[in-house]
């Protein structure tokens, strides 16, 4: 192999690892529960979903406009799957994704101390592009910590 095309080789290879090690350094500020895309979900096992429907969240105007997607459902039905491979793609494309479950949201911010303990813990929450917001409604929570939840966020998933 003539020696500027092994080096030319040699360059993709170390811009390709690290844009790999910069998307996986990226990848834990969403802190998704594991990594699942829409390709990984088999829509034939669920035909009343229909893959056409999940596809126009990946659009731009989904995150642009503030629309919101609420997945409602008992267990087993790959909601987070969905909800996950959505914001995947979505940060992938370069929106700020954030995603957890409304309980550990609720324990972090009631363990804050006080009002600026709270603003420091909620700020990135309120930074990001799309929130996900999993296992809502499992377990009862202060009625006055909703509107501080999502105050002045734009998007949530």
């Known amino acids: 192999m003539p020696y500027p095309d092994f080096l030319r080789g040699l360059l993709q290879e ?31 096992l669920r035909p009343e979903l229909n893959r056409q429907v999940f596809l126009r969240y990946l659009d731009d105007r989904f995150v642009t406009q503030g629309r919101a997607l609420c997945l409602i459902g008992p267990t087993g039905l790959a909601k987070t799957h969905l909800a996950v491979a959505i914001g995947l793609a979505l940060f992938k494309r370069g929106d700020t994704v954030r995603f957890t479950t409304v309980q550990a949201l609720l324990a972090r911010v009631l363990r804050a101390p006080g009002l600026d303990g709270r603003a420091k813990v909620l700020k990135p929450i309120h930074a990001s592009d799309v929130l996900i917001l999993d296992e809502f409604g499992f377990l009862p929570a202060d009625p006055d910590i909703g509107p501080v939840l999502l105050r002045g966020h734009r998007h949530q998933v």
């Open 14 to 44: 170390e811009l390709v690892a690290r844009e790999d090690n910069q998307l996986r350094r990226r990848l834990k500020d969403p802190a998704f529960p594991f990594d699942k895309t829409l390709d990984d979900f088999d829509f034939r």
